[in-house]
């Protein structure tokens, strides 16, 4: 049996994965709003993510890793479940828990990053910063 009080954060991050796969069975605008909803009521509840971070270079910093898309654009990237990690083939050297709206706080606050995909290996959702916005509620 595994011991969950060290993923205490992770739990009902499962409601994301579902609300994730029902987004990609149906495109559609509804779907959508229901997922940043759940993604928001995640947050409220103090939920975690898993965030993949560098090595430390020279200066002795962790900096969170980064992918680049086909536009060149860079986007962070952030695991509901380590079970979602693993998908990627062991691709990921080190992981940390972090607080939902404090990895969304960073990613509106780093002008060089577009914004944060969850799950990219299955469950994805690319959460560009307008749609993180709406997730913290700072849009009308």
Same mark, same amino acid.
């Given at each position: 049996m595994k011991d969950? /009080?060290?993923? &205490?954060? $992770?739990?009902?991050?499962? *409601? +994301? &994965? *579902?609300a994730i796969a029902g987004l990609q069975k149906e495109t559609t605008q509804e779907m959508l709003a229901h997922t940043l909803t759940v993604i928001r009521?995640?947050? /409220?509840d103090a939920g975690q993510l898993i965030i993949a971070v560098e090595p430390p270079s020279g200066d002795g910093q962790l900096r969170l890793e980064a992918v680049r898309t086909e536009d060149g654009k860079n986007w962070w990237v952030a695991f509901t479940s380590f079970e979602e990690e693993l998908k990627g083939g062991g691709s990921? /050297?080190?992981?940390?828990?972090?607080?939902?709206? *404090? $990895?969304? &706080? $960073?990613?509106?606050?780093?002008d060089?990053? &577009?914004?944060?995909? $969850?799950n990219p290996w299955n469950r994805t959702i690319m959460l560009? /910063?307008?749609? +993180?916005? +709406? +997730?913290?509620? *700072?849009?009308a």
């Open positions: 969950y /009080k060290a993923d &205490e954060g $992770l739990h009902g991050n499962d *409601k +994301i &994965e *579902k009521r995640r947050m /409220k990921v /050297k080190s992981t940390f828990l972090t607080d939902i709206d *404090k $990895l969304f &706080e $960073l990613t509106l606050q780093t060089e990053i &577009e914004g944060v995909i $969850l560009d /910063k307008y749609l +993180i916005e +709406i +997730i913290l509620g *700072k849009t």
